[in-house]
């Protein structure tokens, strides 16, 4: 019930929420949202207000202009299901999750940079041990023997760190996008040995097109812009005391990496992908040819997080 001594206050409330033109509409949300008690959610809000207010002012959009926008992110919504997740897709490709990723993730020391998560990341990926294969199909192309060293920025090796992966096949497509792969296929987590070392099998993935059936798709069409992701292998690497690092080693004879739609290259990520004509495979005895992969990672002292999958 409404008191007294609650109406001056309610009236000066009422007296800030009147608007006199197109400028004061910015300062009038600000203040309804400046008694927020969490003060991280208040500066964030302040900020994403004000400046999506000048955007609009810059653009200056047309009522049709707007309803289509908001049609744009409903979309996403939409299009977000047990498998496709539009909203990541979203910031993927109007680079948002590689600025968010890069800003969060610093080379200094020679750490090694992050690379967005990406919207394929499951969890409980397959337990393996160093050397095992993550392929659990008769995939076509040839094997992909990966390899290296997991350090702590000071250059010691971490024992026990864990290092997950998942790739597309040499179709370039996710298991969870195609129903002739097994499920969690060419996905593996392993621990790395006394030494930090990691080693596994799997075959070499091909550069794919992101999912072009939702908003995001036509975006993209309507922009001009190739929908195509260079071949790559995503890792995440954790060991108590250490930063998580979520990452991706790109093949080095892609001839979009410069033009990656979701600007995920990042220069030290480049891997050396060497195929072997002769002879046989490091592990397993398999004879030739082959490709091989070696890549090291470093990862900074800090606390050990894990990220949210953004499918099932």
């Known amino acids: 019930m409404e008191t007294p001594q609650s109406q001056p206050a309610r009236r000066a409330v009422n007296a800030q929420a009147l608007i006199d033109n197109e400028w004061s509409v910015t300062e009038v949300v600000r203040q309804a949202m400046a008694n927020t008690e969490s003060p991280r959610l208040r500066t964030v809000m302040a900020a994403l207000v004000t400046h999506l207010h000048d955007f ?20 996403l ?16 490709v109007l680079g948002l999750s590689t600025l968010v990723t890069t800003m969060n993730n610093s080379t ?28 659990q ?28 992966v998942w790739q597309a096949s040499p179709v370039g497509l996710y298991d969870n996008q195609d129903p002739k792969q097994p499920d969690r296929n060419l996905r593996g987590a392993f621990h790395t040995n ?15 097109p992101v999912p072009t059936g939702g908003p995001v798709g036509k975006l993209l069409a309507a922009q001009n812009r190739h929908p195509y992701r260079p071949a ?3 890792f995440i690497v954790a060991a108590p005391g250490f930063r998580t690092l979520v990452t991706q080693v790109f093949a ?6 410069e033009t990656d739609v979701t600007f995920g290259v990042h220069r030290q990520l480049v891997g050396a992908f060497r195929r072997v004509e002769t002879g046989l495979s ?14 090291d990672f470093t990862l900074e002292p800090g606390a050990q997080t894990f990220p949210k999958p953004p499918i099932d």
């Open 56 to 75: 609009l002012r810059e653009v200056r959009p047309t009522d049709e202009e707007f309803e289509l926008g908001l049609e744009f992110i409903a979309g």
């Open 77 to 92: 919504g939409h299009a977000t299901h047990a498998t496709n997740n539009e909203v990541v897709l979203a910031a993927d």
């Open 108 to 135: 200094k020391d020679g750490r090694t940079p992050g690379a967005l998560l990406g919207p394929f990341y499951r969890a409980n990926a397959p337990r393996y041990g160093c050397g095992d294969c993550v392929v």
């Open 137 to 164: 199909d008769d995939a076509p192309g040839l094997p992909l023997f990966v390899s290296g060293t997991v350090r702590a920025t000071d250059g010691s090796p971490l024992a026990g760190a864990m290092v997950e």
């Open 194 to 208: 006394a030494d930090g070392g990691y080693h596994f099998r799997t075959v070499r993935p091909a550069g794919y």
């Open 232 to 234: 790559h292998i995503h």
């Open 252 to 257: 080095d004879d892609s001839d979009i990496l």
């Open 282 to 295: 490091p592990w397993g005895g398999l004879p030739a040819p082959f490709y091989t992969l070696a890549f």
